[in-house]
């Protein structure tokens, strides 16, 4: 009997030991074991995890769907993913067959069906099927939009630039010295020094007519430039090419904002409608140096006199009185002011809607925002943070040593004197600890689920039971939500997608990473420093200097919604921060 026993426990090891790793409970929260070496949040219902050097994809109940045997591997996109095997590019599909077997030098993820791949120095696209639709020969090339995308033979300003399309026909000839991605129907275009535009056949639309550049058409209107010798003039063209806003203007907003763009005059900022009218005068201050004036929203704008902040609505009327330290745009009534060294919420009133007891509010996330009560090195207590609604009601009062925004219904919090002790877990909106502070690093939920470390182990948590079944995907958005070390960062211009690149603007970025930033208007070029790092780019180019190494980029900085908009994965990565992009929420992660 006793043999007996002692061969069924035997038995019944092996068959544990052989079973794939699976969701378990532990104080009402479900857990894919901690055993992977790194790991990602989850993106179209599947995770990259590595182990033992090896990349692949689980799902949500831990099963391997993707072998762990690449080397590299990046997230779903369009269904497929890219991975990577002895220095080569492929994609898997979500069963994990290899669609695009391993063989490109590099690979970017798929737009409008179409993927870039490289080949000896060379570009050309894939589809689904894994086919080639054009011959692998192009110097450049940028992914595809609406139905079109750039090709450059021999590389870009030496008149071998056109579009192909999703067959590979070049069905705009390959004469032009720039083509920018197709937007609204039309491709602004350059040509001999001189830029217009080309509709979708590759017909000339406006005429190459302007020698400072032109700008992609948005809701029907493009930001065109005239040089001559007093400097470069701004305005605003239709899409016949007449001009709705004469350029005469030192500089303008990239676009219009609620039917109203801005335009400067010497030093000073004013706004002029779409008939052209200037209806508020050039009479208000520069924001911050090297920036634009921003655009309004919900029908208010702030604007800076005498070195304070008040709002305007499109007449010009002062609705809200400057005297604020800072500012920012209104989001859904609500806007984040400091007064006399403190962050309160006004409404479009001017009324204060949250009492000033707090020394920081972070911008609204999922209805609630982030407080912080600074401690000082004289208070002898430390930074609290805590978390409050709309109404400012307190959902949770200012006790943790840190806290990270609101993401699908839970926000991490940390507990701990010291950073390298911390401890992460996360509350819901009620306040409760769903996931207790038990974790050395965590990551924001996504699809119902968390990616969580302990020592050098990752794992993923679920609160109740949203692993079964999978939560269903987030309603449809346009937004693109940008998160840097659990923070929300709102912007007075959205990111925007690009020729398959999410663009940001810049300041704001690069400020939530602790990165120093200048700009140098003449040249146009920016300088960001942080440590002994020190980045340089110009606004138009796809060459990034870092401590004097050039790096490529695939999209250039650009001037949007008079904002520099820059490459989120490349700017964050150049700083050493790691960069998730989940394309079913359309939210990027950077940590540091």
Known sequence: MKRFICVLVACLTLVIQAMPASATTVDDVEVIPLQYDDASSFCEGLARVKLNGKWGFINKTGEQIVPLQYDSALGFCEGLARVEQSGKWGFVNKTGEQIVPPRYDAAWDYSEGFAEVCLDGKWGFVNKSGLEITQIKYAEVLAFSEGLATVCLDGYFTGTTGCIDGSGKEVIPLIYDDLSPCHEGFIAATHKGLSGYLDKTGTV???????????????????????????????????????????????????????????????????????????????????????????????????????????????????????YESESQFRDGLAVVRLSGSDTVIDQTGKEAIPRRYDGIYLFSEGIATVVIHGGMNSGRDDTFGFID????????????????????????????????????????????????????????????????????????????????????????????VFVNGMLVVFDQPPIIESGRTLVPLRAIFEAMGVYVSWEKLTQTVTAVRGDDVITFRIGSRILSKNGEDIELDVPAQIVGSRTLVPARAIAESFGAKVEWNVSTRTVTITQ
């Open 205 to 323: 639309a406006v005429p190459f007519r302007y020698s400072g550049g032109v700008y992609g058409f948005i809701d029907g209107l493009a930001r065109v430039c005239v040089e001559n010798e007093s400097g470069c003039k701004y305005g605003f063209i239709d899409t016949l090419g007449n001009e709705v806003v004469a350029p005469l203007y030192d500089n303008t907003g990239y676009r219009f904002y609620g039917g109203m763009a801005a335009v400067q005059q010497g030093n000073k900022w004013g706004y002029v409608d779409t008939s052209g009218k200037l209806v508020i005068p050039c009479k208000y201050e520069e924001p911050y140096h090297g920036w634009v004036a921003p655009g309004f929203s919900n029908s208010l704008v702030p604007v800076r006199s005498g070195g304070l902040w008040g709002y305007i609505d499109k007449s010009g009327n002062e609705v809200i009185p400057f005297k």
């Open 390 to 481: 709309r109404d400012g009601n307190q959902i949770i009062p200012p006790t943790y040593p840190i806290a990270k925004s609101f993401i699908e219904g839970y926000a991490a919090v940390g507990v701990g004197e010291y950073w390298a002790s911390r401890k992460w877990g996360f509350v819901d909106k009620s306040g409760k600890e769903v996931v207790p502070p038990r974790y050395d690093e965590v990551f924001d939920f996504s699809e119902g689920m968390a990616a969580v470390c302990i020592g050098s182990k990752w794992g993923y948590v679920a609160v109740a039971d949203t692993t079964q079944p999978a939560p269903s995907p987030p309603a449809a958005t346009n937004e693109i939500k």
